[in-house]
């Protein structure tokens, strides 16, 4: 197998693509020697920008050992990569990357460079705001999710997408660490000890661990539609009108509402965060954290209602009038999200794992009180969800819980 380097990337690119023109001046960076602002993380994989004043590319390499790390890990994860990708742009060319050519036997794919866009995570930290996040992301991930499902695919091909996309090594990485590995992690110190017992003792609550290990249950045994897997904000490149997602590799058959919950999840950190990092203005984070609030409403709405039109449209000759199963459906999104949502918070939260959302916070105990928000905010959707009908329902129990940890302070 070949591995790419900033010395033979161009040779290689002119292999496979005939009308590749190295005869201008042409701009080789790794994503990931850079900031994480500009590039995101390139930690696992080996990803080379190549710019011309024609056309600029990006080339991905998945090789046996993570470029950080050092770790094994499967190789296939750059096919299924590649094979997300396409069906993705399929249903929705807009939201994906344009694919240029795939080398399945050095486990190279090449996209067009989307960096004209910007990395979310590190854009809101900055307190920027995307108009149209919440509605791009839902609609993505409405259609996505429904196209890819046996609601509208035939049998065949939708046995053939839960074949191909077994995923299991990189399904086991969230199978455990999301799910399992908050119980005995190691609690976050820098916080101060009475934050770390705070934070150990909801992560040894049995109730708790029960309602994590149903969820995981249908992480591992519902094969809804191919979903992202991994669809946080720093796999979500955007500007005020045009998003794209990347980083598919995690990509499976998995449950309605992961996704969802995912994201929204990182979007509750945002807003725990705009409680008490610096603004230049208190006007100036009322309205950020009204914007964060928008996006949930948006990206939860846009989801069903776009999952609704499909279903209208699409859904197989067999399902056509049976509404009480679509309501069912989404009712069911409806309580699974946000449990996803608190999932993913939590096990960030209390871990030592680096968590931008917070880290950006320069103030001690400012960052200790975003952080317990978001730990109580964890809670009361892990538990409040069962009665939530709509998304005014999640963000009144964001809100309430926040009124009433400020008069604790």
């Known amino acids: 197998m070949i591995k790419i380097t900033k010395e033979n990337i161009i040779p290689y690119l002119k292999a496979h693509m005939p009308d590749f023109d190295d005869s201008l001046p042409v701009q080789i960076s790794m994503?990931?020697?850079?900031?994480?602002?500009?590039?995101?993380d390139g930690y696992v994989n080996y990803i080379y920008r190549v710019q011309t004043p024609k056309e600029s590319l990006v080339l991905k390499q998945g090789t046996e050992i993570s470029r950080v790390s050092q770790q094994e890990i499967a190789t296939y994860r750059n096919r299924l990569e590649y094979n997300s990708m396409r069906i993705f742009y399929a249903i929705t060319p807009e939201y994906v990357p344009y694919l240029k050519f795939q080398d399945r036997e050095n486990n190279i794919f090449v996209m067009e460079d989307v960096s004209d866009l910007k990395v979310v995570r590190f854009?809101?930290?900055k307190n920027k705001m995307f108009p149209e996040l919440g509605r791009q992301c839902g609609e993505f991930m409405a259609k996505t999710e429904f196209c890819t499902s046996e609601y509208y695919l035939s049998r065949e091909q939708y046995r053939g997408l839960?074949?191909?996309?077994e995923n299991t090594e990189l399904r086991k990485i969230m199978e455990d660490q999301m799910f399992l590995d908050c119980f005995g992690?190691?609690?976050d110190y820098s916080l101060g000890k009475n934050f770390a017992d705070f934070a150990d003792q909801f992560s040894k609550d049995s109730r708790y661990r029960t309602e994590l290990y149903k969820l995981r249950r249908k992480f591992m045994s519902h094969a809804d539609g191919l979903i992202h897997a991994d669809l946080h904000t720093s796999n979500i490149m955007a500007s005020r009108d045009k998003m794209k997602v990347i980083d598919m590799e995690f990509a499976f058959m998995g449950p309605f509402g992961y996704d969802l919950g995912y994201l929204v999840g990182n979007l509750i950190s945002q807003y725990c965060a705009a409680c008490f990092k610096r603004f230049p203005s208190e006007q100036n984070r009322k309205?950020?954290?009204a914007y964060l609030l928008a996006t949930i409403q948006s990206l939860i709405e846009t989801y069903m209602k776009t999952f609704t039109l499909c279903w209208e449209r699409s859904v197989k000759e067999r399902?056509?009038?049976?509404q009480g199963l679509l309501q069912s459906i989404l009712q069911e999104v409806m309580v699974d999200m946000p449990g996803y949502a608190s999932m993913v918070n939590w096990f960030r939260s209390v871990s030592e794992i680096p968590y931008p959302d917070f880290d950006v916070i320069e103030n001690k105990d400012a960052k200790r009180n975003a952080t317990v928000l978001s730990l109580m905010i964890d809670w009361g959707i892990m538990f409040g969800r069962y009665k939530y009908q709509s998304a005014d329902d999640l963000?009144?129990?964001i809100i309430g819980i926040e009124e009433e940890f400020r008069k604790s302070l």
């Open 185 to 187: 992690c190691d609690v």
């Open 319 to 322: 399902y056509r009038g049976q």
């Open 287 to 289: 309205q950020f954290k």
């Open 123 to 125: 854009q809101l930290n």
């Open 395 to 397: 963000i009144e129990t």
């Open 31 to 40: 994503v990931g020697e850079g900031t994480e602002e500009e590039d995101g």
């Open 162 to 165: 839960q074949k191909h996309f």
